[in-house]
């Protein structure tokens, strides 16, 4: 049994659907980022999961239950956590296992040990509102572990902090997927492939691919053509119309050309190269990358 089925999920918002028959399951033990652009449908996804969003079709079922009946087994992390200032980051820890109706013994015993692993030992006697963002956001992971959840949730954890918090909390997020089974959206495929073995791509509420990274790429990447020369703006606009050319993007002075089929593509293009004498520096056939992947899927779905 998956530890979180997902089938046929659907959202609307009147005639908006912003979610649509989205199917997934996450194993125990499994990391899995939900990757998708600003608006996709991620946070919508998420707090249905967690009963927050009622759902207008599917269903969710959480270690074989329905996922209305299973919200203490969920950690959550919001996207945008709001903690009181003045309550030290102990203080809220003892708050939040109150509200979990932890015995005390237990409790003292659990955030002693939740402080040392996000690192907030040496201040857990000050107040939040001196905290940096990352900090903040370490006492968020240990609030959303205080009852040893079966899953935890985060939505965008690391988006809002500069790239030293950042590297913290994946950093820490790594030591915690050891022992924890994991969901988090993000828009930052980078950080993704980092941590994750699974990946859920959406856009516009529709799962794009479900799969490992290592899957994903063999099975949807796709060749491409570098071309580095002088002036290759003209050259690429005429390109565009041509049948064989699939897609042209332009950065610079180099030319990434995806065409439907590699052999003819590439003497096609050489062919064209000699004929308007552009004096290239490069040709080169390349393997798209992960986050080259993602984009192409994004943009053309
Ligand atoms: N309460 C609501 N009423 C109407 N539309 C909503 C509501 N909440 C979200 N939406 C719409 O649903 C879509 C998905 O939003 P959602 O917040 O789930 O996206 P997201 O992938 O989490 O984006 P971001 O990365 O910006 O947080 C968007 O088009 C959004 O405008």
Redesign the pocket.
Known sequence: MHLLQVSQLQKK?GN?E?VQNVDFHINQGECVALL?P???????IIKMILDINKLTGGKILLNGKRHDQMRKFIGYLP?HPTFYPWMTGRELLIFMGGLSNIERDILEERINELLKLVGLSEVENQLIGTYSGGMKQRLGIAQALIHQPKLLIMD?PVSALDPLGRRDILELLKVIKQKSTILF?T?ILHDAEELCDKMLIINKGQLLVNGSIHQIIEQTQKPIFIIQAPRLSEWTHQLMNEDLIESIELTGNAAKVRVKNIEQGRDWLLSHILKAQLPIQKFELVQESLEEIFLRMVKSS
């Not at 600003?38 to 919508?44: I, Y």
């Open positions: 918002y908006h912003v998708g600003n608006g996709a449908g991620k946070t919508t996207q965008e959206s828009h």
